[in-house]
């Protein structure tokens, strides 16, 4: 019987490291997306140059955040107008 409840022992000892090291990474990628989200929104300018470069034409962004889809963040761009001097062309 003692080898039983060793075995039980041993067994929730593992379960447990498991859930503390399951917990830990986690936390280490909710703050990963969290700074990774702020670093997005305090680079507005720069995401606006690049969509700028991209499709050739002036470009003002209204708002840029992650969003996050299933496992995997995506840049979710709001209030994106593509303007010439007279007229917004496109707002998404």
């Given amino acids: 019987m003692s080898h039983l409840l060793r075995g039980f022992h041993i067994a929730s000892k593992q379960l447990a490291y498991l859930l503390i090291i399951i917990s830990v990474l986690s936390l280490l990628l909710l703050g990963s997306l969290y700074w990774l989200s702020h670093a997005i929104e305090q680079r ?47 707002c998404v």
């Fill in 44 to 90: 507005q300018d720069e995401i606006a140059t690049w969509l700028t470069n991209k499709v050739d034409y002036p470009v003002t962004l209204g708002a840029a955040s992650l969003q996050q889809l299933g496992f995997m963040p995506k840049l979710h761009i709001c209030l994106l107008y593509t303007s010439d001097a007279a007229d917004d062309l496109l």
